[in-house]
């Protein structure tokens, strides 16, 4: 009797051992972060899209404060490995708590840490091509000669081999990310880079 309604049940879910496998194709993540001038905005853009979509923020409990929002970003850092800085965290944390969770921009701990961020960008200096690589996360997606999550470098440079204006074009893909020129894994744009950051890391990329 048991033996029968396990037959009967596979047969009604439609099991067979001879089933080829199903392909599903899910829609394209269109999904984006919502704009700010805080300085959460941009680090966010370059490195929450590493690991997920935008929309998983709509998972979060609705109303989340900065504490809140900073301590999901520290779980981000420390249990996931998110390649954030200690100062980024706090950051991205008051980004999404005004921007998603109902904080006021004009809250004072959200000035004090938007403040503190200012001089840090506005001081470029010397651009060091190692310290762009390592705090936009770029070797978690790319590396020189293997494919990763992204192309390797070696085939960003047999791409551009021919092609006018490499570097700048290579540099513009750095910036504004996109889905479909390495398939269908998304590159998060790397909004925070400012031209001359973007062209260094091109001609890095092409020269390897």
Same mark, same amino acid.
């Given at each position: ?16 051992? =001879? ?17 700010? &001038? ?15 979509? @935008? ?9 989340? =404060?900065?504490?809140? $929002? ?15 800085? &200690? ?9 999404? @708590? ?8 004009? &809250? ?7 403040? @503190?961020?200012?001089? @840090?960008?506005? =001081? ?9 690589? &390592? ?46 020129? $390495?398939?269908?894994?998304? +590159?998060?744009? +790397?909004?925070?880079? =400012? ?14």
């Amino acid at each position: 009797m048991k033996s029968l309604f396990i037959i009967t049940l596979a047969l009604a879910i439609g099991f067979s051992a =001879n089933a080829a496998p199903r392909e599903i194709t899910l829609p394209p993540d269109t999904s984006t972060l919502r704009t700010s &001038d805080l300085p959460g905005y941009a680090i966010a853009q370059r490195k929450c899209g590493l690991c997920h979509s @935008a929309d998983y923020i709509s998972f979060q409990p609705p109303g989340m =404060n900065l504490a809140q $929002w900073t301590a999901e970003m520290g779980k981000m850092q420390h249990a996931y490995g998110a390649p954030l800085t &200690d100062e980024e965290v706090k950051l991205v944390g008051a980004y999404l @708590a005004v921007t998603y969770g109902g904080v006021s921009a004009d &809250d004072p701990a959200i000035v004090a840490l938007s403040a @503190a961020a200012a001089p @840090a960008q506005a =001081n470029i200096g010397t651009i060091d091509v190692q310290t762009l690589l &390592d705090s936009h996360a770029c070797l978690s997606c790319h590396a020189i000669d293997t494919k990763v999550l992204g192309p390797a470098f070696s085939e960003v440079v047999a791409k551009y081999k021919d092609v006018a204006d490499a570097e700048s074009k290579v540099a513009a893909s750095i910036q504004q990310g996109g889905v479909g020129k $390495w398939g269908q894994v998304p +590159m998060p744009p +790397m909004t925070g880079l =400012n031209p001359a950051e973007a062209d260094a890391l091109a001609a890095f990329v092409l020269k390897q």
